[in-house]
């Protein structure tokens, strides 16, 4: 069964350093998602991208952030300079719809900003 | 702004008895998943609810959804061990249907 994948597992940073979290997405998926998670919270949304480009994204979303398809399947996150507070586990997710479509989630990158 | 809340926070239970989590959202919308997570893993999606009144049913697990009172539901009957962990709800929002997830529910079920 398709899944959806994404690398590192886990990653140690020190605070100001950049990082990118790697996505593979479903294969025939047009939709992808980037959420986080502060541990023992709830899920919080951060972008969604659509041909090509950003469709929504939430405050969280700030000028530090930004997302890539570099090539036809991968899909990455980078945040430019790391904060402590951006310390979470961070979850890829695509879906073959925009709306009432399944949101297939990947295993999750922890990020751990110290 | 969108807010959902679940209900309750956590839940411990017996095996063998019946419990509802209740999810209320704060806007109209008629796309409401359910997932599951289990400690230190990712979402399993377990509902889709795209319409008033849908319901759907899964093993032990029910779904509904009504979309006039902004309040899903679901139900576990005759809950067992192997359902313990985190359940949210989520509301689908905008033209890319971004999730907004409830405080999620912690289920433990004991013997």
């Known amino acids: 069964e398709p899944e959806v994948t994404q690398t590192p597992s886990h990653q140690v940073t020190q605070m100001g350093q950049e990082v990118i979290l790697r996505c593979v997405p479903i294969s025939n998926h047009l939709y992808f998602y980037w959420y986080r998670q502060i541990l023992g919270q709830k899920v919080e949304f951060l972008v969604s991208f659509y041909n090509n480009e950003i469709s929504e994204k939430s405050e969280i979303f700030d000028d530090q952030f930004s997302v890539e398809r570099p090539d036809g399947s991968n899909f990455t996150l980078k945040i430019r300079s790391t904060k402590l507070e951006d310390s979470a586990m961070y979850f890829c997710?695509?879906?073959?719809?925009?709306?009432?479509?399944?949101?297939?989630f990947g295993p999750g990158t922890r990020l751990l900003v110290l | 702004e969108l807010k959902v809340e679940q209900n309750p926070l956590f839940l411990s239970m017996q095996e063998g008895k019946n419990y509802t989590i209740y999810c209320n959202y704060s806007?109209?919308?008629?796309?409401l998943y359910w997932y599951r997570q289990d400690p230190g893993k990712s979402l399993e999606s377990l509902f889709v609810?795209?319409?008033?009144?849908a319901v759907k049913q899964e093993g032990r697990l029910m779904a509904s959804l009504d979309t006039k009172a902004r309040l899903s539901t679901l139900h576990i009957t005759a809950a067992v061990h192997d359902l313990s962990a985190t359940y949210f709800c989520a509301v689908g929002n905008g033209e890319t249907d971004k999730l907004i997830f409830g405080t999620g529910t912690r289920l433990q079920v004991f013997p």
């Open positions: 806007t109209t919308s008629d796309r």
């Open positions: 997710a695509s879906s073959a719809r925009g709306t009432g479509g399944t949101q297939y």
């Open positions: 609810l795209l319409s008033n009144g």
